[in-house]
């Protein structure tokens, strides 16, 4: 599979296997919730994974194996396997999870599938906001079956912008410092605390820009192609392709070198 483009079959296939792996995984966290969560921790006190992260993603990987063996696999929860195909499943099962803990809105599913290190196809299930988003390279992204298309954006002072933090106290605080430098010159800031769903608020016009750093793959290889399918630029500070640990802008092309200009100036 390497090195050459995947045929719009395949594309399709394989946009059609996340959705509907992405809203089966979701359907068995609600589950499991209503059980009673066993929560843990990871890299800070505040890093949380639960039973459910851990049995969503050996459901993804088993219905994928299951349907495509030779495929590999990079999960949140520990889920790495190598493959022959040529196609690499990046996956979160609960993005947002801190929400999920708490039945807060806004944690989702995020399953991509990568090919040569780039999402052709993907899938974000949120079902908190009754939304499954999904997306094709070059194919188009739809919210349900409806077609994501961005609309012309308001200028910067007058837009939405959402963000996230990461999990040591040392990034906060410089993240703080950043967003006390935008604040003021943005319509207001939305923090949802998952980036997968953040990435889809832009490709549907529920934000106007989104910008995060310290990502992970898994959080960011689905919603960036949904995005950027329904018209969105994603990428680096400087412009180049986004790059999960660095800093990740999104918004309308319009958007996009003003926003990362107030970004450096705050020091971001
Ligand atoms: C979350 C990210 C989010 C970030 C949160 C958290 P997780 O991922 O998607 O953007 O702001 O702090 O890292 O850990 O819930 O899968």
Same mark, same amino acid.
């Given at each position: 599979?390497?090195?050459?483009?995947?045929?719009?079959?395949?594309?399709?296939?394989?946009?059609?296997?996340? !959705? #509907?792996?992405?809203?089966?995984? /979701?359907? &068995?966290?609600?589950?499991? %919730?209503?059980?009673?969560?066993?929560?843990?921790?990871?890299?800070?006190?505040?890093?949380?994974?639960?039973?459910? #992260?851990?049995?969503?993603? #050996?459901?993804?990987?088993?219905? &994928?194996?299951?349907?495509?063996? =030779?495929? *590999? /696999?990079?999960?949140?929860?520990? *889920?790495?396997?190598?493959?022959?195909?040529?196609?690499?499943?990046?996956?979160?099962?609960?993005?947002?999870?801190?929400?999920?803990?708490?039945?807060?809105?806004?944690?989702?599913?995020?399953?991509?599938?990568?090919?040569?290190?780039?999402?052709?196809?993907?899938?974000?299930?949120?079902?908190?906001?009754?939304?499954?988003?999904?997306? *094709?390279?070059?194919?188009?992204?739809?919210?349900?079956?409806?077609?994501?298309?961005?609309?012309?954006?308001?200028? &910067?002072?007058?837009?939405?912008?959402?963000?996230?933090? *990461?999990?040591?106290?040392?990034?906060?605080?410089?993240?703080?410092?950043?967003?006390?430098?935008?604040?003021? %010159?943005? %319509?207001?800031? %939305?923090?949802?605390?998952?980036?997968?769903? #953040?990435?889809?608020?832009?490709?549907?016009?529920?934000? =106007?820009?989104?910008?995060?750093?310290?990502?992970?793959?898994? =959080?960011?290889?689905?919603?960036?192609?949904?995005?950027?399918?329904?018209?969105? !630029?994603?990428?680096?500070?400087?412009?180049?392709?986004?790059?999960?640990?660095?800093?990740?802008?999104?918004?309308?092309? &319009?958007?996009?070198?003003?926003?990362?200009?107030?970004?450096?100036?705050?020091?971001?």
């Amino acid at each position: 599979m390497t090195g050459s483009e995947p045929g719009a079959d395949l594309v399709d296939d394989l946009r059609l296997l996340a !959705r #509907d792996v992405a809203v089966e995984a /979701t359907d &068995l966290a609600v589950r499991l %919730r209503a059980e009673g969560l066993d929560v843990d921790s990871k890299s800070t006190a505040t890093d949380l994974v639960t039973n459910a #992260d851990r049995a969503c993603e #050996d459901l993804i990987i088993a219905r &994928l194996s299951a349907l495509r063996p =030779d495929d *590999g /696999t990079l999960g949140e929860e520990g *889920g790495a396997r190598s493959g022959t195909s040529g196609v690499v499943w990046v996956i979160d099962p609960i993005d947002g999870t801190t929400n999920f803990v708490y039945d807060h809105p806004g944690w989702g599913c995020s399953i991509a599938a990568c090919i040569d290190g780039v999402a052709v196809a993907g899938a974000v299930a949120a079902p908190t906001i009754g939304a499954v988003f999904s997306a *094709g390279a070059g194919r188009g992204a739809t919210l349900g079956d409806t077609p994501l298309r961005l609309q012309p954006p308001p200028v &910067l002072a007058e837009a939405l912008v959402a963000t996230g933090f *990461g999990y040591s106290g040392e990034q906060r605080a410089a993240q703080a410092s950043i967003l006390g430098h935008l604040l003021p %010159r943005v %319509r207001d800031i %939305r923090r949802v605390g998952a980036a997968a769903v #953040d990435l889809c608020s832009v490709a549907s016009g529920r934000v =106007d820009a989104y910008y995060e750093s310290g990502l992970a793959p898994w =959080d960011l290889a689905a919603g960036a192609l949904i995005a950027a399918e329904a018209g969105a !630029r994603v990428g680096a500070l400087d412009g180049g392709p986004a790059v999960a640990s660095g800093l990740v802008v999104a918004s309308h092309p &319009l958007l996009f070198d003003e926003l990362c200009r107030l970004l450096a100036d705050a020091g971001a």
